[in-house]
Each structure stands twice: as structure tokens, then as C-alpha cells.
């Protein structure tokens, strides 16, 4: 069984040719469409000398070209890396010599970018340029040359599941790494390999695409950029089971809902708050009519408990999910949104997924009620490319078992559930109390006129560290910090009340979605704060 991406994507086109597979803007391209532009690319990469198993850089927004490129590398039994468009070149430079690329597509609004770093890159021999819109010189051969000189034939011979699939993520604490994964390993754990319901794996690499023929097919639309591995498997996932995918060129909450309408769309697919709360808000005010949507899935980051009630509220018949994983890891866990008795909303706490434990320091399951690192078994990456010191801090073998720890710290629930408590490295600890940001978070923006918020600890001679967060607040809104401490005073315990606060503009976020805690403490750094509380 190939379980490979390219063979996955290609039972698919085989199955339903005519379908729309993607849409972005006012383009739709069809499955076969689609193939015969990721053939042509594909066939020229390899003519100018891509090969199995060579990396090729995509550094690109979103768009039908980017989704060509993505599957033209996979049929050659290359990787994709990821290459996040905010980059400055210094952070460019790192990656592209870092992931050693043969090859680089990217969109021309880059080419100046690009330009400034290439000379410093040796090994990277082939350039394509996409068209974005934009104007202006770029070296390298343009997209639509590219497809001209490439034939449209599938004739790339045999693929295997342990063809390397390669994603970068981090570069918020630190810079980025690459993960490494077999193509059979990823697709079970993100790409529908194993139902995430129930952990049953698929009889076989052609189930998906025999589903997707018996039905319709959904519409799914991915908010995330695709150099994210949520918007990444999202569109995949949905390519091997005859969905059509849609994509937006930027993040509108009012234009969110002008395409759900337009396009009909069926599951939008978000991460956390930083997407969700400004689509639900959008929608509260915008006269939207949304009837087609059955379905909301976050992953990546949880909701919080406030913006969980404003979906309960506004889209009662809507199944909201909330999944937790990494991009080590993969699917961990899965929580469906719903009231629980008392009318409150559930913390973050999902059903673990299958092989996922909470793990104490002695790499011993915690009993019900304690408090340990998030683990997971079963299909597993191979872990960090050219960083074995890494490697062995995520894989751990316990008792013969293979384990991954992406960094998670969980509390394991008296029903079986976990809750997500946030990364051990932004953890909080003062006066020897532990206080995970994630928490106040969620408390702050219950606050009415709070939008946004994001919790860090910074040093105190006294406490050793103590809470601080950074506020954005609604527009117009005043912040009353003596409103504040009262409202949070009956949510939280006094100590992770923060003891300054540094309201701002707007909270600076990753691509997608994630918070930036090196701009929090750049910016705490950097201007006085006010004091909200020293009490207990």
C-alpha cells in the first residue's frame, strides 16, 4: 500500500475528475485541471534537475498556484518547506540553508527578498516565479513557462509511504524546525488516514476517494495560510475525499462570510480565537445568512471559554470541534463545543486521541486529576531534520513504547478527558505558584472590553516572576483596571490576577493565529506598564 500523498491526491482525480477542487476568488479549477498544472509543473522541476527526496521551497499566500506547486513536488517524491511570508531575510536566509533547497517557488511580490538572499544559498538551482498580481523584475522562469514546458502526462513511476513529508514550524520562541514524517505516518495521524472519531484506521489508501464518489462532497473552507499545517492538511484531507477546497488571498471576517454564502461552504476550518472570535463577532453584526455551514473545526490552538458561548449562541445548530496536536505530533485529542450542566461553557478539555497520555516526570501515566506532559504513541515523525539534540529531547522510548512529547503540559480529568494547559515554557511561576497563560487569557476576555489578550510572566525580585499581560481592547473602548482585577477576582484565583498590564493596538499574532510571546516580551521590555493589582 502506497499511502503516499501524490498517489492519495491521484485515486481522487481518477475517481471524480469533474469535480471542483479548488476555488479561490473567482477561479475554479476542477481535480483534472488541477493534475494536468501539477504534471506540467512537476515534469519541469524534474527536467531542471529535482529529485526524489530534494527539498523545494514554497514561499507563497495563498492561491490555486501554491496548491499546483504543493502536488507537483509530491509527485516527484520531494519535499515541500514551508516558508513562512513574513520572513525578513535574515530569518529567510536561516531556513533556506537550513532545509538545504534544490529548488524555490515563490510569489514575485518576494522576488526582492529573494533577490537579496539567493547569492548567499549554494545549491539552490531552480527558481519559479508565481503571479500574485503584483509587477516588477524577478529572476527565475514564470509559472506559466514553467506549465509550457513541462508535458501533462502522469508518468512519474512508483511512490512509497516512506517518501519524507517535511514541515517547519516554530520560530515564535526561537528559530524554526523542520519535522520530518513518512508520507504514511503523517497522512494517518493528519490527512483522514485514521477517522478521528474513533481511531479506526482506514482499510486501505483508496477508502477515501471511494467515499468521496458515492457522495457530493463538501465545501471546506481553509482560513489558515497553506505554508501552516492546518490549512496544509485541510486541503489535502479534503483533495483525497472529493471536497472542494476554498481559499481566501487574506483574513477578512466580513469577507469570511461573503464566500460562505457565495460558495455554500459546508466546514470552515479556523484556528483558535485569533480567527474565530473576530468570524463569530462579524457575523453578530453583519446580517450574514451562514445556513449552509454544518460545521466549524479549530485546531492548533483551543477556544476560549467565551468565544465557545458565542458560537453556542449564535450557530445553535452547527457542530463546533475543537482538536488539539502539533506539528510533532499530530492529532492528540478532539472536544465538541457544547453547554455543560449550569449552563457553562467547557474549559479546554478534549477526548484524548488514540495512543495520547498524560505522562508525570517519570514518564509514568498520571492519575486522575494530576497534572503531566502531553504525550503520543503510534504513527510518529522520524523528528527534527539535521538536529538529532532535538530529536532526542521529542522522541521517548518508555517501557519499549515510542513516545513524542511536543512540549504540553495536561491535566488528566476524573471522566477520562484532558485538559490543555499550555506550553511548559510559557508557564508562569510565581511566589512557587504555577499559572498557565492560556487560562487568564480566556479569563480577560470575558471582560467586556477586552478583544484580545496574551499572558506572559516577567521577573520579580520578590516573586521570581510575575503575571503580566498585554490587552487590546474593543474599539473605543476605555480600560478600567480596578473593573478589571474585580471581574477576574471572581473568575481566577487572586494570584493569577496579572500585576501589569500593557494596553496595545493590537496583539501581535503568527500567520496563524498562535501567540508571539517574543514581540510580548519585546514590547513589556520596552514600555512602562500600568499596575493593576498587588494584592495576595
Known amino acids: ?69 504543493m502536488l507537483a513536488v509530491y509527485k516527484l517524491r520531494a519535499a515541500v518547506v514551508n516558508v513562512n511570508y513574513r520572513y525578513v531575510e535574515n530569518e529567510l536566509q536561516f531556513l533556506f540553508a537550513d532545509a538545504g533547497l534544490s529548488a524555490l517557488v515563490h510569489d514575485r511580490r518576494f522576488a526582492p527578498r529573494v533577490a537579496a538572499v539567493l547569492p548567499r544559498i549554494s545549491g539552490l538551482h531552480t527558481v519559479v516565479v508565481l503571479p500574485d498580481g503584483t509587477d ?54 493528519l490527512g483522514g488516514g485514521v477517522d478521528f472519531m474513533t481511531g479506526i484506521p482506514l482499510d486501505d489508501e483508496w477508502q477515501q476517494s471511494q467515499r468521496g464518489a458515492a457522495g457530493d462532497g463538501m465545501v471546506r473552507l481553509c482560513l489558515a495560510p497553506l505554508i501552516h499545517g492546518n490549512a496544509q492538511w485541510a486541503a489535502l484531507m479534503a483533495l483525497f475525499a472529493g471536497d472542494t477546497v476554498v481559499m481566501l488571498p487574506h483574513f477578512d471576517p466580513d469577507e469570511v462570510w461573503r464566500v460562505i454564502d457565495r460558495r455554500r461552504v459546508t466546514v470552515v476550518v479556523l484556528i483558535g480565537d485569533a480567527m ?37 449562541d449564535l450557530l445553535p445548530n452547527v457542530l463546533v470541534t475543537d482538536a488539539i496536536g502539533a506539528s510533532e505530533t499530530g492529532f492528540t485529542g478532539l472536544g465538541v463545543v457544547a453547554d455543560v450542566p449550569g449552563g457553562a461553557v467547557q474549559d479546554p478539555r478534549v477526548m484524548p486521541g488514540p495512543h495520547t497520555v498524560v505522562l508525570d516526570a517519570d514518564n509514568r501515566p498520571v492519575p486522575p486529576g494530576g497534572v503531566g506532559r502531553l504525550a503520543k504513541s503510534g504513527y510518529l515523525p522520524l523528528g527534527y531534520y539535521n538536529d538529532p539534540e532535538k530529536t532526542a529531547a521529542l522522541l521517548t522510548e518508555v517501557d519499549g513504547v515510542r513516545y513524542a512529547f511536543p512540549g504540553d503540559l495536561a491535566r488528566l480529568e476524573e471522566d477520562g478527558t484532558i485538559t ?117
Open 136 to 189: 516588477g523584475a524577478a529572476d527565475g522562469t514564470p509559472y506559466r513557462e514553467a506549465l509550457a514546458a513541462g508535458r501533462a502526462e502522469r508518468d512519474f513511476g512508483e511512490r512509497s509511504a516512506d517518501d519524507i513529508y517535511l514541515l517547519y514550524t516554530g520560530g515564535t520562541t526561537g528559530y524554526p524546525k523542520g519535522v520530518l514524517w513518512r508520507h504514511e505516518d503523517v497522512w494517518r495521524t
Open 276 to 312: 474565530a472570535r473576530p468570524i463569530i463577532e462579524a457575523y453578530a453584526s453583519g446580517g450574514y445568512d451562514g445556513s449552509s455551514v454544518v460545521a466549524v473545526s479549530s485546531s492548533g490552538a483551543l477556544f476560549s471559554p467565551v468565544v465557545k458561548r458565542q458560537y453556542l
Open 420 to 536: 490543555l494547559l499550555g506550553r511548559g515554557s510559557t508557564c508562569v511561576n510565581t511566589g512557587g505558584e504555577k499559572v498557565f497563560p492560556e487560562e487568564v487569557e480566556g479569563a480577560l476576555k470575558t471582560c467586556p472590553d477586552v478583544f484580545d489578550a496574551l499572558v506572559i510572566g516577567i521577573p520579580d525580585d520578590r516573586l521570581g516572576q510575575r503575571v503580566a499581560a498585554l490587552v487590546q481592547t474593543r474599539p473605543g473602548a476605555e480600560l478600567d483596571l480596578a473593573g478589571v482585577e474585580e471581574h477576574l477576582r471572581e473568575r481566577i484565583a487572586g494570584y493569577k490576577v496579572p500585576r501589569a498590564v500593557w494596553v496595545v493596538d493590537e496583539i501581535h499574532r503568527t500567520i496563524s493565529g498562535k501567540a508571539d510571546y517574543r514581540w510580548a516580551h519585546r514590547h513589556a521590555a520596552e514600555h512602562p506598564a500600568e499596575e493593576i493589582s498587588h494584592a495576595d
Open 1 to 69: 500500500m502506497a499511502a503516499n500523498i501524490a498517489d492519495l491526491f491521484e485515486h481522487a482525480v481518477d475517481a471524480f475528475g469533474d469535480r471542483i477542487a479548488v476555488c479561490f476568488g473567482e477561479q475554479e479549477v476542477s481535480y483534472a485541471e488541477l493534475e494536468e498544472r501539477a504534471n506540467r509543473l512537476a515534469h519541469f522541476l524534474h527536467d531542471r534537475g529535482v529529485a526524489a527526496g530534494d527539498h523545494v521551497g514554497l514561499y507563497a499566500g495563498n492561491s490555486v498556484e501554491a496548491v499546483v506547486a
